[in-house]
């Protein structure tokens, strides 16, 4: 069985520079303690364990105005690659804590756009994963009324915008191109005049085409990421519904399975862009170790 790695794969330039900000502050002695992030600073389990080593205490599991409220006065606050709403920059610097933010640069660009078109009195929908950070933080940039989530076609029918109001139409960084087509397509049924800005980036676009263009010499496709990673999961997606090739995600090398791969001569291996390389590298090693154990006794 050969093991084919697909580039590009793993950590984007985003992830990496939110990770080197919060290593940056965990060293400088004069940063307050202790110090938080607001949320995993990517969906990464063993990139949260690492940052813990650093000092770092990771909040999660609510929405991030909810979260801060376990940060005591007097420390300091991380905000994510994932990007934050004004509504929570603006309370954690109301109650004096020392505010770092990890936006990635290409959320930030969303976060401009939906400001620039609320003021030219456009009304937002925004198609997102339901209870993802990202959207929550970007659709904040609006008032409630202006803004709207969309995460299937079902959502739809029930948006409350008149079909002869000025709309925009943007989409989360690491959706899947393919996926939403097929719902814009659905919006401009309803809103033929709306304005659509495709906000997917290019990190996770050129992963999504990579991971597609492999998987016609394959007969499986690894993808190495986090159950919560949004990436890694569309990742699988795309394969599965493009390619029409079988597609597993793995969190780490201890859910790999050998007799997944009975039978098949070709798998290709990628991550998402929250995934950190030594993961991906063990789940590369054991496979082309039960590969070569194939050719020798196939
Ligand atoms: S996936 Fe895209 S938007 Fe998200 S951190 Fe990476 S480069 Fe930025």
């Keep these: 069985m050969e093991v084919l790695k697909v580039h590009p794969r793993g950590y984007c330039y985003g992830v990496v520079d939110a990770i080197t ?29 690492e940052l813990e080593e650093f000092g770092i205490k990771t909040l999660d599991g609510g929405l991030r105005i909810e979260l801060l409220d376990q940060v005591p006065d007097g420390s300091t606050v991380i905000f994510t690659a994932h990007g934050i709403s004004p509504a929570v920059k603006a309370k954690a610097e109301a109650r004096g804590l020392r505010c770092y933010d990890a936006t ?38 609006a008032p409630p009324a202006k803004v709207a989530l969309v995460t299937t076609i079902d959502d739809i029918d029930s948006l409350p915008f ?7 139409i943007m989409t ?23 304005e659509v800005h495709n906000e997917i980036c290019m990190a996770t676009q ?14 499986m ?3 190495v990421g986090d159950r919560r990673s949004n990436n890694s999961n569309r990742l699988v997606e795309v394969v599965e519904k493009i390619s029409h090739k079988p597609s597993v995600r793995v969190e780490s090398v201890d859910d790999l ?25 063990a789940v590369i090693q054991q496979l082309e170790a039960w590969g070569k154990t194939y050719q020798e006794h196939p």
């Excluded at 008149?162 to 925009?168: G, H, L, R, V």
């Excluded at 050998?258 to 590298?281: K, N």
């Design 104 to 141: 990635c640069p290409d959320v930030t660009k969303t976060h401009t756009l939906i400001k620039e078109k609320i003021t030219e009195g456009f009304a937002i929908i925004y198609i997102g994963t339901k209870g993802h950070p990202e959207p929550e933080g970007a659709m904040g940039e």
């Design 21 to 49: 900000l919060a290593k940056k502050i965990a060293r400088d002695p004069e940063v307050p303690r202790p110090i938080f992030i607001l949320g995993q600073i990517v969906h990464n389990r063993h990139t949260v364990l």
């Design 206 to 219: 050129l992963r999504q085409e990579a991971a597609v263009k492999i998987a016609e010499e394959v007969d």
């Design 162 to 168: 008149k079909s002869d109001e000025p709309i925009a």
């Design 221 to 223: 496709v690894v993808v």
């Design 257 to 281: 399975r050998r007799e997944w791969f009975d039978g098949f001569q070709r798998i290709a291996v990628t991550a998402g862009s929250s995934t950190p390389s030594p993961i991906t590298r």
């Design 172 to 194: 989360q960084t690491t959706l899947s191109q393919w996926d939403t087509q097929n719902i814009i397509e659905e919006l401009l049924k309803k809103y033929p005049d709306a």
